[in-house]
């Protein structure tokens, strides 16, 4: 087949030829803007899932239908480090320079404008070659207190927008990154916002944790936002992602090779688009047949284990690695914590730390607790592929000091 025309589109947030099985959740998102713009209230949303489930993907789409229907949009993916404040100041800014030039500038622009100032100046912010020519106003977004002064802020230029008749849009990835007290600032400033009924619209996407870590910073984000979870396409839509966008090239799957693909992949969008772009420059000419699904399997798990998975399992201390084989060893999960600390020969306290880290890396969540899955869709396979030979752990006793 010519890979020329290749319709599959596999990458990290990259819209595919087919967004199927994501309409209601869209629809739904849709309307919550159309009762923003109308002045009624709206839940935010935070979409949940593991990788390759499209969160990325249905947070650009919702955040071009935004801009679209004339929401002013920032959009940040939230690095590991606590940098929100450096991340945020920059486009609430070019919102605000959007805005003042809107006719008829009012008080409510000025008075954002200063608070982004008194923000960059007690955060020691380092803003570039932005200009201030306003004096800073004081008692807004000052005290150094990211829990009233990112409220203060986000509230600010929410009422900017409210006096020139337009909204804004706030579309935040890898949520799960943000620290403990930046997650809490952004669910406070939620929670004013929606006291005050400004127009104003957040959608959040990261790890299935996110809830639990929302609700522990603050009790009231369950009331804030809604928490759909983003997982596999049900058998109709990810068939639907397969089989359209090679029918809109004129090329045809027979039902068994659709069948083997939707089973390889267990029906999750990103590994949809791998088998596809793959079997496609594999196939020798349509249709596309079972033979050739089957003629390039093993080329593609290798194509995964390298990139996809690799990325991942290089980022490990050789603790990590073991927790995660004796997981694996387990099956795909979840496990409950100490079963997984059996397999291994040791009691759970002699890995907790470890399965902290973990957690906080984002290669494992806690479902409940008690119990840890992997956040990465069959990552337990890898896992046994990479490390075949299951090894337990033998803790380090430390060496008692010298006797005086």
């Known amino acids: 087949m010519d890979r ?52 990325t993907v249905l947070l650009n789409r919702l955040y071009k239908i935004a801009g679209d229907m004339g929401f002013q949009t920032a959009k940040i993916e939230a690095p ?34 200063s608070a982004v100032r008194n923000f960059v100046g007690v955060f020691k912010i380092s803003a570039g070659d932005m200009e201030f020519s306003l004096e800073p106003s004081p008692g807004i977004a000052d005290t150094g207190n990211l829990q009233q002064d990112l409220p203060s802020l986000i509230v600010a230029v929410a009422e900017a927008a409210a006096e020139k008749k337009s909204a804004i849009g706030f579309f935040l990835d890898e949520v799960q990154y943000l620290s403990p007290d930046e997650l809490a600032s952004v ?55 397969l089989v359209k966008p090679a029918e809109h090239e004129g090329v045809s799957l027979d039902a068994d090779a659709v069948a083997e693909i939707l089973h390889l992949t267990a029906r999750y969008p990103y590994f949809i688009q791998v088998w596809g772009a793959q079997v496609w420059n594999a196939a020798p000419a349509s249709p596309i047949r079972h033979q050739d699904v089957l003629g390039v399997t093993d080329t593609i798990i290798a194509f995964l284990d390298a990139n996809f998975f690799r990325v991942r399992f290089d980022r490990l201390t050789p603790l990590q690695q073991k927790y995660l084989r004796a997981m694996a060893e387990l099956g795909p999960g979840p496990h409950k914590t100490g079963d997984i600390a059996a397999v291994l020969g040791v009691l759970p306290s002699a890995v907790a730390t470890t399965r902290q880290q973990l957690i906080r890396d984002g290669m494992i969540w806690s479902l409940r607790h008690g119990e840890t899955a992997f956040t990465v869709p069959m990552f337990d396979a890898f896992m046994k592929r990479q490390m075949p030979q299951l090894e337990q752990h033998i803790p380090q006793r430390r060496p008692r000091p010298e006797p005086c």
């Open 187 to 241: 669910v406070v400033s939620c929670h004013e916002i929606s006291q005050r009924n400004l127009p104003f619209y957040f959608v959040g996407a990261g790890l299935p944790q996110i809830a639990a870590l929302a609700g522990n910073a603050k009790s009231y984000a369950e009331r804030l936002f809604r928490y759909p979870e983003i997982g596999p396409l049900d058998p109709d839509s990810a068939e639907r992602a």
């Open 4 to 55: 020329r025309t290749n319709p599959y589109n596999p990458g990290a947030g990259v819209q595919p030829p087919e967004l199927a099985g994501r309409d209601a959740l869209i629809e739904d998102a849709t309307i919550d803007m159309e009762r923003i713009l109308a002045g009624r209230p709206a839940n935010g949303l935070m979409l949940l899932g593991l990788r390759g489930v499209g969160k």
């Open 80 to 113: 590991e480090g606590g940098v929100l404040p450096r991340l945020l100041v920059p486009e609430l800014r070019r919102i605000l320079h959007i805005l003042d030039l809107k006719a008829a500038s009012g008080a409510k622009v000025r008075e954002a404008m």
